[in-house]
């Protein structure tokens, strides 16, 4: 071998032997290499849901875990702003109403890109209308409204309604039992393929384990600043991982462990522990979140009969099913007017009859009413911690005035499904959020929802007050339903309350919202 070829080859054998040296000095040092080490980048966030969605229909449930979810991937042609002002969404502005207030006519945005790849246009804006119409609760209500849902072009439509409907607008804009617009060609029923506008995509679901949603590359967003649900929305993670977390505790141990980047719906007890857990988790209060309410069956069963509702309602002390609920008073406020002081709804007609708790007076009015100690099946779930404490309160207090009380405790996918059947329960608890506009909430104002109001002095109410556009004369004939509420007990407002929620500090941007989004949002 020449000399010049042996001293390459002694050359290469003793940079190997040099890279080996290298090789195991960095294995045996611990620190070897960070200096040069990438942060990892995640692409996902892990949300901790109360349930199981029953459905991923938005249609078929007014559940606000339905809505919470599904508001990513369907869109609708109006929607809220910070302050609870309906502003355009799929609407390329404010329609353009006739002078009797009966015609809308909404242009459409132009260029917005359906999930399976097409753009939207006014025939796919119709057929999600009258599916909307004829499957919602909410959609139902809206129907007995409307002389028809038309194309006028490409990208018009014009609503045609029997008598003005001051609610429209906010009912089309509601995440909850949904307007959602879909691809035409996508309806069905059952639901099968989910081709909305949305900033995410469905991708798979795995029932109780997870439902995945992913970044829509081809989202067509508006361009004004973000602004509660409106303006520009921009699907900044990847993919979102929305996970059934059925237990509270559960949720809230997960949280602390950093192993969710938001849990929703907390208890509240979890709220010191939560705030000694800096760096770790970051408790997210939502203030005026909702209400809690009773809704019972006038279909059906014992609560059919209207007096011995008025007995039972006689018997509940809503301060104390609050008390139990939510403990801390920073999270509650207990008062009969169905909407705070400064709203143009505020009214104190029929809240004489709230919080009474007066068992020997209950027992007397159930007496005449005819009970015989049938007993009241009460509907509940503990996937929401505060339904089913206020529930076992309940039950205590219906006992005291003489009610035989059963209570059936399910996880809510299950009471969701049974409360629809009038055979099965006499009183379920549930609650919602709290809105400006009455009608958007809860759904026993409007018609088919479970609890089947459905009589002469709700209709002529309601009436009146839904033709009524002006807000200040509304404001007036609300007190006019909230007092028919309180007569007829189709529903029991039980008080007022905010949310406890809990994320990760590496979530940034979100903000506390009744049906938590998480567009705009990132992971550091």
């Known amino acids: 071998m020449p000399h010049f070829a042996a001293d390459v080859l002694t050359a290469a054998r003793g940079l190997r032997l040099a890279r080996r040296s290298l090789l195991v000095s960095a294995c045996l040092l611990p620190w070897a290499g960070l200096a040069y080490a990438q942060p990892a980048v995640r692409d996902h966030a892990t949300l901790a849901m109360v349930a199981e969605p029953q459905t991923l229909d938005p249609m078929a449930s007014t559940a606000d875990l339905v809505g919470t979810i599904m508001q990513h991937v369907y869109e609708t042609l109006y929607t809220f702003d910070g302050k609870w002002n309906v502003v355009p969404m799929l609407a390329e502005g404010q329609p353009r109403i006739s002078a009797d207030g009966k015609v809308y006519t909404i242009a459409l945005r132009k260029g917005v890109m359906l999930h399976n790849g097409r753009e939207l246009n006014a025939d796919d804006v119709v057929a999600s209308l009258q599916r909307w119409i004829e499957q919602s609760p909410r959609g139902k209500a809206v129907g007995k409204q409307l002389a028809h849902v038309q194309a006028k072009g490409p990208l018009t439509v014009e609503i045609a309604l029997t008598a003005p409907y001051a609610p429209l607008l906010a009912q089309l804009a509601l995440p909850s039992g949904?307007?959602?617009?879909?691809?035409?060609?996508?309806?069905?029923?059952?639901?099968?393929?989910?081709?909305?506008?949305?900033?995410?995509?469905?991708?798979?679901?795995?029932?109780?384990?997870?439902?995945?949603?992913?970044?829509?590359?081809?989202?067509?967003?508006?361009?004004?600043?973000?602004?509660?649900?409106?303006?520009?929305?921009?699907?900044?993670?990847?993919?979102?991982?929305?996970?059934?977390?059925?237990?509270?505790?559960?949720?809230?141990?997960?949280?602390?462990?950093?192993?969710?980047?938001?849990?929703?719906?907390?208890?509240?007890?979890?709220?010191?522990?939560?705030?000694?857990?800096?760096?770790?988790?970051?408790?997210?209060?939502?203030?005026?979140?909702?209400?809690?309410?009773?809704?019972?069956?006038?279909?059906?069963?014992?609560?059919?009969?209207?007096?011995?509702?008025?007995?039972?309602?006689?018997?509940?002390?809503?301060?104390?099913?609050?008390?139990?609920?939510?403990?801390?008073?920073?999270?509650?406020?207990?008062?009969?007017?169905?909407?705070?002081?400064?709203?143009?709804?505020?009214s104190t007609a029929g809240t004489e009859l709230y919080n009474q708790r007066n068992a020997p007076k209950s027992k007397e009015q159930a007496a005449k009413a005819g009970y015989k100690g049938e007993p009241v099946r009460v509907l509940t779930s503990r996937q929401y911690d505060f339904h089913y404490n206020m529930a076992l309160l309940m039950a205590e207090q219906l006992k005291r005035a003489g009610f035989k009380v059963e209570l059936n405790v399910v996880d809510w996918a299950t009471l969701v499904?049974?409360?629809?059947?009038?055979?099965?329960?006499?009183?379920?608890?549930?609650?919602?959020?709290?809105?400006?506009?009455?009608?958007?909430?809860?759904?026993?104002?409007?018609?088919?929802?479970?609890?089947?109001?459905?009589?002469?002095?709700?209709?002529?109410?309601?009436?009146?007050?839904?033709?009524?556009?002006?807000?200040?004369?509304?404001?007036?004939?609300?007190?006019?339903?909230?007092?028919?509420?309180?007569?007829?007990?189709?529903?029991?407002?039980?008080?007022?309350?905010?949310?406890?929620?809990?994320?990760?500090?590496?979530?940034?941007?979100?903000?506390?919202?009744?049906?938590?989004?998480?567009?705009?949002?990132?992971?550091?």
């Not at 339903?481 to 940034?508: C, I, M, R, W």
């Open 178 to 346: 949904m307007a959602a617009i879909m691809a035409k060609d996508s309806i069905a029923t059952p639901l099968k393929d989910f081709v909305g506008t949305g900033p995410y995509q469905f991708k798979e679901r795995r029932p109780d384990q997870y439902l995945l949603l992913e970044r829509f590359d081809k989202y067509s967003a508006r361009k004004e600043p973000a602004n509660g649900y409106g303006g520009k929305r921009e699907a900044l993670i990847r993919e979102l991982r929305f996970v059934p977390v059925p237990n509270a505790n559960t949720r809230v141990e997960g949280a602390l462990a950093g192993q969710y980047d938001f849990a929703d719906l907390l208890p509240t007890e979890a709220l010191p522990r939560l705030e000694k857990a800096a760096g770790k988790t970051v408790p997210v209060m939502t203030p005026a979140f909702g209400f809690p309410y009773l809704v019972f069956n006038t279909k059906e069963g014992v609560m059919a009969n209207q007096p011995l509702r008025q007995a039972l309602q006689t018997a509940l002390g809503e301060g104390e099913m609050l008390a139990a609920g939510f403990g801390d008073t920073r999270f509650f406020t207990a008062e009969g007017n169905h909407f705070p002081k400064g709203s143009p709804f505020y």
């Open 417 to 524: 499904q049974r409360r629809n059947d009038a055979k099965l329960w006499d009183v379920y608890v549930t609650h919602s959020g709290q809105f400006p506009e009455p009608m958007l909430s809860p759904p026993q104002l409007g018609d088919g929802a479970p609890g089947w109001w459905d009589t002469p002095a709700k209709k002529a109410v309601l009436s009146a007050f839904n033709a009524e556009s002006d807000p200040v004369k509304r404001g007036a004939l609300w007190g006019k339903v909230q007092q028919t509420v309180y007569d007829e007990v189709p529903y029991v407002n039980v008080g007022k309350f905010s949310g406890l929620s809990a994320k990760s500090p590496a979530l940034d941007g979100y903000t506390p919202a009744t049906w938590p989004f998480f567009w705009n949002v990132k992971v550091k």
